[in-house]
């Protein structure tokens, strides 16, 4: 998923807490889905600097405030505290550094999932796809975000982010600790590069701007490498024609003809509804930020059930999936450019 653009999290800040305390102590990463709010104090809901989180950003996670956790702590990097409590909702738990499940305490299961839908039975993925234009106003330096134009594919249509085999913990498959240890530094970069046929490299970077940034690297080695097969071309041709399916739909219409504007995410699961079958929006879950006094649809997230397959349709795919909350209700179509 995309990760943060930062270097390495620093030491923080420790925070004070109760001596009666009953945390339990996790390893692992947090990323963030929505721009909750970090607290200082769960109690008293301080939140020095108003600090929230960067939807699709990773923090790394230091503990759950009982063994079931209702609340996270994790590192804010900038924050004065640097550790911060985040609710279990606000995003999603990825595996600890010796690349198991993080889970709070010592064989003690894991918080239930809550994010994009995951169904029981068969093979599971979360497609994740961003607009672009809303994913820029917080990276503008990123190589994909300067160069970006309103004529451009990704100023009117949905970008691939990335196709996320399931359960979360589900990462890295038979990847060297050299490439992990890349990936997790965010030095994309010197991950090799997908073995793709010249068609597919074509069309995989109009449908993801980020290959520019070396997106493409950190999706194949984290999540393509759990595809049930195990091609980097097959993994990636796949996600495109998926993404394809939703750029010809009335989805990509609402958002296309209300650029600027604000809509309602109910209004975005009926066109979901419209394109791709009955109930196929309450699969998909929306991830906004708040830009100045602006709260912007960053990424959406959908649920999908099956193998991804040539010829595989997405509205199949969906209804295998079970229903997810919906996250945030409403938010602008963010134009390109600095707003």
Same mark, same amino acid.
């Given at each position: 998923m995309r990760k943060s653009w930062l270097a390495a999290l620093a030491v923080s800040t420790l925070v004070p807490f109760m001596s009666a305390r009953a945390e339990e102590s996790m390893k692992g990463v947090f990323t963030a889905r929505e721009a909750c709010p970090a607290l200082q104090s769960i109690r008293k809901q301080t939140n020095p600097g108003d600090v929230k989180l960067t939807p699709g950003q990773d923090y790394r996670l230091l503990a759950g405030n009982k063994p079931d956790p209702t609340f996270y702590r994790v590192q804010v990097e900038d924050a004065q505290p640097a550790q911060r409590w985040v609710p279990v909702s606000c995003g999603e738990v990825k595996a600890g550094d010796n690349g198991t499940p993080a889970t709070p305490g010592a064989g003690k299961p894991g918080p239930a999932r809550s994010d994009a839908a995951i169904s029981t039975g068969g093979a599971s993925y979360v497609f994740a796809i961003s607009w672009q234009a809303a994913f820029c106003e917080g990276l503008p330096d990123k190589t994909e975000c300067r160069t970006q134009t309103a004529d451009r594919y990704d100023a009117s249509h949905f970008t691939l982010h990335g196709l996320w085999p399931?359960?979360?913990?589900?990462?890295?498959?038979?990847?060297?600790?050299?490439?992990?240890?890349? $990936?997790?530094?965010?030095?994309w970069e010197d991950l090799p590069e997908p073995q793709l046929e010249p068609a597919t490299r074509t069309a995989l970077e109009k449908a993801m701007p980020g290959t520019a940034s070396f997106l493409d690297r950190h999706e194949w080695i984290e999540h393509g490498t759990c595809f049930f097969e195990k091609?980097?071309?097959?993994? &990636?041709?796949?996600?495109?024609?998926?993404?394809?399916?939703?750029?010809?739909?009335?989805?990509?219409?609402?958002? =296309? $003809?209300?650029?600027?504007?604000?809509?309602?995410?109910?209004?975005?699961?009926?066109?979901?509804?419209?394109?791709?079958?009955?109930? =196929?929006?309450?699969?998909?879950? &929306?991830?906004?930020?708040?830009?100045?006094?602006?709260?912007?649809?960053?990424?959406?997230?959908?649920?999908?059930?099956?193998?991804?397959?040539?010829?595989?349709?997405? =509205?199949?795919?969906?209804a295998g999936a079970s229903p997810t909350d919906q996250g945030c209700?409403?938010?602008?179509?963010?134009?390109v450019g600095l707003q």
């Open positions: 399931q359960p979360r913990g589900n990462a890295y498959c038979g990847v060297a600790r050299r490439d992990i240890e890349a $990936d997790k530094a965010h030095r091609s980097a071309d097959a993994y &990636f041709r796949r996600s495109v024609a998926l993404i394809g399916e939703i750029n010809a739909s009335p989805v990509q219409k609402l958002f =296309a $003809d209300n650029v600027g504007k604000e809509i309602d995410t109910s209004q975005i699961r009926s066109a979901f509804d419209q394109g791709f079958g009955a109930g =196929a929006g309450e699969r998909v879950r &929306f991830a906004c930020k708040r830009d100045g006094s602006r709260s912007i649809i960053v990424e959406m997230t959908i649920g999908l059930r099956g193998e991804v397959k040539d010829g595989a349709k997405l =509205a199949d795919l969906i209700k409403a938010g602008i179509v963010d134009p």
